[in-house]
């Protein structure tokens, strides 16, 4: 039977609420008839009229961090060091076995916004869908967030993943965790709040600080994840590889054998 493939990747967009100010991506597009005289440039003597319609190319310029749309996260991004101690690797550096293997989806989105999921929890929801963690599974969290996404609230929606809970994952040999939500941490409207209150700095960003413990990566900005089963899928996250940067961009793919 043919494979079966789920597109767990939002677009590249501009103008909608997927980052905070100064961190969403910018795009000029440029038509057909726009470039006709950049192409006939390349050609001594040629018109722009003399190209079939009067048409050059399309093309977009972008103005982008690597952490705009779905992407990976490398450890380097979470710390300089991992494993204890370990200089972090960057998203060139990241083993490729780790981002092909079998899915399980976890689903918190009747937690609140901002809560911070526990090791106790994860293993709940394990029990629930009767899933033992194997090394190589790819967990992916199904938030509040994903249904947001692009709307004045995402930044604020769905819980995140503590330290304990990320450490439960990779110490049994996860290595590629992914959320829908904008951060595998709760979202830093709510994390402020605590700090506030606590002024503990270890709150912050304690879910990808987890790494300097045991190295992984991460997927932020996830999409249909509620389409997904709990398992009994591959997932497929290759990131583009950009030397020495702490992120690259990902075509997230469910795929269903059968």
């Known amino acids: 039977m043919p494979r079966r493939f789920v597109d767990l990747s939002v ?19 440029f038509a057909h008839a726009d470039t ?43 710390h300089s060091t991992m494993n204890g101690g ?13 981002c092909y293997g079998p899915g399980v989806k976890l689903d918190f989105r009747a937690l ?12 709940a929801e394990l029990d629930r869908i009767g899933h033992d963690l194997a090394p190589g599974d790819i967990v992916l969290v199904n938030t509040a ?12 929606r769905g819980c995140g ?7 439960f994952l990779t110490s049994r040999g996860v290595r590629v965790t992914g959320t829908d939500g904008w951060s595998w941490d709760a979202p830093f409207l709510h994390t402020r709040r605590r700090w506030e209150e606590t002024h503990d700095p270890s709150i912050i960003w304690e879910g990808h600080r987890a790494s300097m413990a045991v190295g992984y990566c991460h997927i932020e900005k996830l999409a249909n994840l509620d389409l ?5 899928f591959t997932v497929s996250c290759f990131p583009f590889k950009i030397k ?14 059968g």
């Open 244 to 257: 020495g940067a702490s992120a690259g961009f990902v075509r997230a793919v469910a795929i269903f054998e």
């Open 145 to 156: 967030a994903g249904g947001r996404y692009g709307e004045a609230d995402y930044l604020a």
């Open 11 to 29: 677009a590249l967009e501009a103008g909608i609420a997927s980052d905070p100010p100064g961190h969403r991506p910018e795009i000029d597009y």
């Open 36 to 78: 006709a005289a950049e192409v006939a440039a390349f050609f001594p003597g040629l018109k722009a009229g003399d190209l079939p319609g009067g048409e050059g190319w399309a093309i977009e310029r972008m103005r982008l961090t690597t952490h705009t749309g779905t992407h990976l996260d490398a450890p380097y991004h979470h």
């Open 228 to 232: 997904l089963p709990p398992t009994g």
């Open 161 to 167: 993943m503590g330290r304990e809970a990320t450490l």
């Open 86 to 98: 370990e200089r972090a690797i960057t998203i060139d550096e990241v083993p490729l076995d780790w």
């Open 112 to 123: 609140p916004d901002g809560h911070v999921v526990t090791a106790a929890e994860v293993a």
